[in-house]
Nanobody, 118 residues
């Protein structure tokens, strides 16, 4: 079993920044990569970024390229998502999940709310 816990969400003004964290515990060698997903009200969940464990490769969805940066701290089993230049359309619940970018997404965190509003 793997447990994922997200943190770092909140309310921020447009143009602001937030850093999300996804802390893993349990059998953290049972998957390759941790990805970030988001789901806005009335929309489907989308994968926005991924960092693979095997080779460190990173993936970004087009709408976040150049604004979001994914990184990891292996010593802490934590993956971060630095979000800059936030826009109102980034408002969503953000989740992390294992085995990105293609799945199977066996394990999910509980989600953290990000609201971008003035």
């Amino acid at each position: 079993q793997v447990q994922l816990v997200e943190s770092g969400g909140g309310l921020v003004q447009p143009g602001g920044s937030l850093r999300l964290a996804c802390a893993a515990s349990g059998f953290t060698t049972d998957y390759d990569g941790v990805g970030w997903f988001r789901q806005a009200p009335g929309k489907e969940r989308e994968e926005i970024s991924c960092i693979r464990s095997s080779d460190g490769a990173k993936y970004y969805e087009e709408s976040v390229k150049g604004r979001f940066t994914i990184s990891r701290d292996n010593a802490k089993d934590t993956v971060y998502l630095q979000m800059n230049s936030l826009k109102p359309e980034d408002t969503a619940v953000y989740y992390c999940a294992t085995n990105c970018p293609y799945g199977p997404f066996n394990y999910w965190g509980q989600g953290t709310q990000v609201t971008v509003s003035s």
